[in-house]
């Protein structure tokens, strides 16, 4: 038996509270260190008292008095701001889960590499901007990066380290989300709420609508390529709507490796804190005699570019990865806030490439700050391109 120091950042959201399952399922194999949410005060405090954790952090300042009157009468330390969150995710523990949506899991990921703690990923973004720092990070102390993504976790599972020269292709999954059968026009036209209805899986606004526009598995291509160290041309995306089969490596003998499982990310989140041994979930279990087919599609570029652009920005280097995350977060929010269409995602996302391949192709990107400017740049271009 384990005991794990665990620390969740990103505690309220969907991967965290998948976490949060998973570990009072099995409390006798983990210790929560530290939790952290950006700015939901009440469920932080819920969470934290829930999980017996040590100390509590909020991304937004304004709500640290708040957090402190809802954590008064327990022994949990509270806090609050960016610079304590970075702090206290390099605070010694054994495994930090990385869930913080977006770009702004950046810097805590990076803090915790550098302090030699591993760090389970959920959020692909700071891999696909930031890709080689992170990975670099993590080398010089020693530190491992264990994927939770379903696709990435199952590639992890499927790949033979000691056959890496023999694998073929590492092929990702995806479902084709909600508007897999749809034409063009529509999917152009679609709303909010029929953009975050996804078949199969229940996540968050952003990830959802990434999901539909299927820039969730673009951002998966840029951070296979860095996770396994795999050149875009040994990266495959297949279509396949039953999401029961997570991701696969092929090998040069013919073979291919699949993991499978259900649409549950339970799974994926307790193979990632237990590795590298597996516990019992409170999660769904695949029932294999109740499946009556599996198919796989290619998929339609045309209908989701999205993926077209990934294999873009890793030809073109740092600039253009840093572009196509940062024109899509902002895209995605102007979205959601109902200011421009779901069509507009991909030609926002599309014209910022054009401008960062013009305007900045050899802007020397070296450290986190160069990464946070440029990020920035990006950002301002797309807001002021909508005007």
Same mark, same amino acid.
């Given at each position: 038996m384990f005991c794990k120091k665990i620390s969740i950042l990103g505690v309220t959201g969907s991967i965290g509270q998948s976490a949060s399952d998973v570990i009072l399922s099995a409390p006798e194999y983990f210790d929560v260190q530290v939790v952290s949410a950006g700015s939901n005060a009440q469920k932080l405090a819920q969470e934290a008292i829930r999980l017996k954790a040590k100390k509590a952090v909020i991304a937004d300042e304004r709500k640290c008095e708040e957090l402190k009157s809802l954590l008064s009468g327990t022994n949990i330390e509270a806090h609050a701001g960016d610079e304590a969150l970075e702090a206290l995710a390099g605070e010694p523990c054994d495994l930090v889960l990385a869930a913080i949506v977006g770009f702004a899991g950046l810097r805590p990921i990076l803090s915790a590499l550098k302090n030699g703690i591993n760090v389970a990923i959920a959020n692909k973004e700071p891999l696909v901007a930031a890709g080689a720092l992170v990975m670099e990070t993590a080398r010089k102390s =020693?530190? *491992?990066?264990?994927? !939770?993504?379903?696709?990435?976790?199952?590639?992890?599972?499927?790949?033979?380290?000691?056959?890496?020269?023999?694998?073929?292709?590492?092929?990702?999954?995806?479902?084709?989300?909600?508007?897999?059968?749809?034409?063009? *026009?529509? $999917?152009?036209?679609?709303?909010?709420?029929?953009? $975050? &209805?996804?078949?199969?899986?229940?996540? =968050?606004?952003? $990830?959802? !609508?990434?999901?539909?526009?299927?820039?969730?598995?673009a951002l998966e291509i840029i951070e296979a390529h860095y996770l396994f160290d795999m050149p875009a041309d040994k990266i495959d995306v297949v279509i396949h709507p039953q999401s029961v089969i997570h991701s696969m490596v092929s090998y040069h003998d013919g073979s291919v490796l699949a993991?499978? =499982?259900?649409?549950?990310?339970?799974?994926?989140?307790?193979?990632?804190?237990?590795?590298?041994?597996?516990? *019992?979930?409170?999660?769904?279990?695949?029932? $294999?005699?109740?499946?009556?087919?599996?198919? #796989?599609?290619?998929?339609?570029?045309?209908?989701?570019?999205?993926?077209?652009?990934?294999?873009?920005?890793?030809?073109?280097?740092?600039?253009?990865?840093?572009?196509?995350?940062?024109? &899509?977060?902002?895209? !995605?929010?102007?979205?959601?806030?109902?200011?421009?269409?779901? =069509?507009?995602?991909?030609?926002?996302?599309?014209?910022?490439?054009?401008?960062?391949? *013009?305007?900045?192709?050899?802007?020397?990107?070296?450290?986190?700050?160069?990464?946070?400017?440029? &990020?920035? &740049? !990006?950002?301002? #271009?797309?807001?002021?391109?909508?005007?």
């Open positions: =020693g530190a *491992k990066i264990l994927p !939770v993504d379903s696709e990435h976790n199952a590639i992890f599972q499927c790949l033979e380290d000691h056959n890496r020269a023999a694998i073929d292709k590492i092929i990702l999954t995806a479902s084709g989300g909600p508007f897999l059968d749809w034409d063009i *026009k529509d $999917i152009n036209a679609a709303t909010i709420e029929q953009a $975050i &209805n996804h078949p199969n899986w229940s996540m =968050g606004r952003k $990830i959802s !609508v990434d999901s539909a526009s299927m820039m969730n598995k993991q499978m =499982g259900a649409s549950d990310m339970r799974t994926p989140v307790a193979y990632a804190l237990s590795w590298p041994e597996r516990i *019992k979930t409170p999660g769904q279990t695949l029932d $294999i005699k109740s499946l009556s087919k599996l198919t #796989f599609l290619p998929p339609d570029l045309d209908k989701f570019p999205a993926l077209r652009f990934a294999y873009t920005a890793l030809e073109s280097g740092q600039n253009a990865q840093i572009t196509l995350n940062a024109a &899509n977060e902002e895209a !995605v929010d102007l979205f959601l806030r109902e200011q421009i269409s779901f =069509g507009k995602i991909a030609k926002i996302i599309e014209n910022a490439l054009l401008w960062a391949d *013009k305007e900045a192709p050899n802007k020397d990107i070296k450290t986190v700050d160069d990464i946070e400017e440029f &990020n920035n &740049n !990006v950002r301002s #271009f797309v807001t002021k391109s909508i005007l």
